[in-house]
């Protein structure tokens, strides 16, 4: 059975204190990593895909990492705007399942 | 815009009143899916379809129906609901299976 475990569940950081979010997944076949962020009350919000271990993606101050059995969600110089649930995926290679999601990290960024 | 819609937005009924939440998508979208998310549990999956009239359960099926007769509305039925059906529904669409999801706002229900 496909599992999805986030850590820390959740993480409180003054602005410009930069941490990392760690997902460890266990699957018979990664197809993909999914990092989705999620404010309250709205649908999640697609944030990066990686494929393959040693595979980092950035985007503003996010940055991506995936290894063999785990990925890594990098804050860098965190903004309050940055708040929100980051919630991992993973996608199994074989089956016709959707994804399966972490539990998520719920970030607070304070000014 | 590109966007994934879904109706009603909440959700108010009593046992056993039958219910549909409407989902669609404009972005021609193969894939769709129904998610449920609860505190604690997360996100899990419904039903999910590959394309129309071809629809499979995911982890949590009972209780809910779904259809697939046009490729962009992805309905999903509660034909009898339970109070443990309360919870905030997402629907989800991808170009093709396995390609990143892109989800709606998302439909809050209380099932009274």
């Known amino acids: 059975e496909d599992q999805v475990t986030q850590s820390p569940e959740a993480l409180r950081l003054q602005e410009g204190e930069s941490s990392s979010l760690n997902c460890s997944y266990t699957?018979?076949?990664?197809?993909?990593l999914f990092w989705y962020r999620q404010d309250p009350g709205k649908g999640p919000e697609f944030l990066f895909t990686l494929y393959s271990a040693g595979e980092e993606k950035e985007k503003e101050r996010l940055k991506a990492t995936l290894t063999k059995k785990e990925s890594f969600l990098h804050i860098t110089a965190p903004k309050p705007e940055d708040s929100a649930t980051y919630l991992c995926?993973?996608?199994?290679?074989?089956?016709?399942?959707?994804?399966?999601f972490g539990k998520g990290t719920h970030l607070i960024i304070q000014p | 815009e590109a966007q994934v819609t879904q109706n009603p937005r909440y959700l108010i009924t009593v046992t056993g009143k039958k219910l549909t939440v409407t989902c669609s998508q404009n972005?021609?979208?193969?894939?769709m899916s129904w998610y449920r998310q609860d505190p604690g549990l997360g996100l899990r999956q419904i039903y999910y379809s590959m394309n129309v009239e071809v629809t499979d359960k995911g982890d949590v099926p009972e209780g809910y129906k779904v259809s697939r007769k046009e490729k962009r509305n992805f309905p999903l039925i509660l034909e009898s609901p339970s109070p443990n059906q309360t919870s905030l529904y997402f629907c989800a669409s991808s170009l093709i299976f396995q390609e990143t999801q892109y989800f709606g706002p998302g439909t809050r229900l209380l099932v009274l």
């Open positions: 972005m021609n979208h193969e894939y």
């Open positions: 995926a993973v996608q199994a290679g074989g089956g016709a399942d959707g994804l399966t």
């Open positions: 699957v018979s076949g990664l197809r993909g």
